[in-house]
């Protein structure tokens, strides 16, 4: 039903951006096989992703059976350019907008953007200063990213609504990747860790460390496009603040290459299990540009 017909969205764009940039680059190799998260841009060039994801949920942890239905939607704006001679330094910002409805309303009502009624909220939440480096010389397939989130938002819930953390977060992200001898398959490791600054009463997350470690396995068919799967485990750890919280998620999803500096990808999670959160899934779908 709602969900059925987020998946058919995200799916329907997914085909018809394939069929658009199908005959636009050869298979000599490309962005989603060579240029990895764990890998920098030189000097000069630029990395621009547009992320969103839509986390839908009736159930969660707090309650037995179904819930009314609460939708969040993020949407996320990375732009980094390289530095250095060496393609070991990247600096670039962070921009997050959100849009969340609750009160069971259908998921699709995020891109409605109502958020002055008693049931949504939305707007830009927060940004971030960010760096990229590689900390090794001799591994460039080993990074980190480093970024500094600033909130955009007066109150973390109004009317019952939550929209967005009110705090600082300092997160540091570790990227590794190992392409396996033959190009065909390719094992990518993240680990996430965000330290949450703040007063206790402004956030549920202030005074807290979270570690999110992920695992994501790549096929590639081709060059230009590969098929994934991942699994991640989150950990929200209370230094302070009376709360923590933990989840585990699966999934998986594709990511095409539609020109030599534009590709495509399609993922999809469902939360398994945990404490203090909700058992949703995610809906995601992402651009990325490299030139």
Known sequence: MKTKKIALTVLSFFVLAIGFGQDQEDD????????????LIGKGQYDIKWFNNLYTQTESTFTDGDEPRQTFFTSTLEAYTGVG?????????????????????DALDVFKFDGESSTARSGFTSFAP???????????????????FI??????????????????????????????????????GEINSEANFGKEEDSFANNSLRLTPGVFFSYFPSSKFTILALA?????????????????????????????????????????SGDNTGLGETFNIGLRAVF
Do not use: C, M
């Not at 001679?85 to 309303?105: A, P, Q």
């Open 85 to 105: 001679s060496n393609k070991r330094w990247n600096v670039g910002v962070i921009l997050e907008f959100r849009s969340n409805v609750v009160g069971d309303r």
């Open 28 to 39: 000599q190799g490309s962005v989603i096989q060579t240029l990895t998260p764990s890998k």
């Open 151 to 188: 909130p955009l938002v007066d109150n973390e819930s109004e009317n019952g609504v939550f929209l967005d953390q009110n705090g600082f977060i300092w997160q540091n992200r570790f990227f590794y990747d190992y392409t396996f001898p033959g190009n065909k398959f390719q094992l990518f």
């Open 232 to 272: 991640q485990h989150s950990e929200l750890i209370d230094l302070g603040n009376d709360f923590d919280q933990n989840f585990t998620a699966l999934g998986g999803g594709a990511k095409y290459q539609l020109t030599k500096e534009l590709n495509i990808e399609a993922l999809y999670t469902n939360f398994v």
């Open 130 to 148: 960010s760096i990229k480096f590689v900390p090794f010389k001799n591994v460039n397939n080993f990074s980190i990213q480093s970024s500094f």
